[in-house]
């Protein structure tokens, strides 16, 4: 194990220097993780319908069979994730 050594550097100047650099690394975390979840968006039947250029008809069809997920919070009104439409799409094989 490699050794560092701190020539004239008090144990509360090294605490701060920690200190800064635990809250730069939390501070690069947290907007990596603002940014992920920015494509959280909630989308109406109709605006997935539109992004994939599909009839609402096909659209039910893939939700009874677990294909695409739909989230409610009361009556018939569905609503759903932008980044699981977009995990929803698989890559075909040629």
Not at 10 to 28: D, M, R
Not at 51 to 60: A, E, H, M, R, V
Request: glycine share 4%; proline share 2%.
């Amino acid at each position: 194990m490699d050794k560092i050594h701190f020539i004239q550097t008090t144990p509360e100047q090294l605490a701060e220097l920690i200190k800064e650099g635990v809250k730069t690394e939390l501070q690069t975390l947290k907007k990596e993780l603002l940014h992920e979840n920015a494509n959280d968006e909630i989308l109406t039947r109709e605006e997935v319908c539109k992004i994939l250029s599909i009839d609402p008809s096909t659209l039910w069809h893939w939700q009874n069979k677990n294909k695409i997920k739909a989230y409610g919070i009361s009556g018939a009104r569905r609503y759903y994730k932008r980044s699981e439409i977009m995990q929803a799409l698989t890559l075909l094989k040629k």
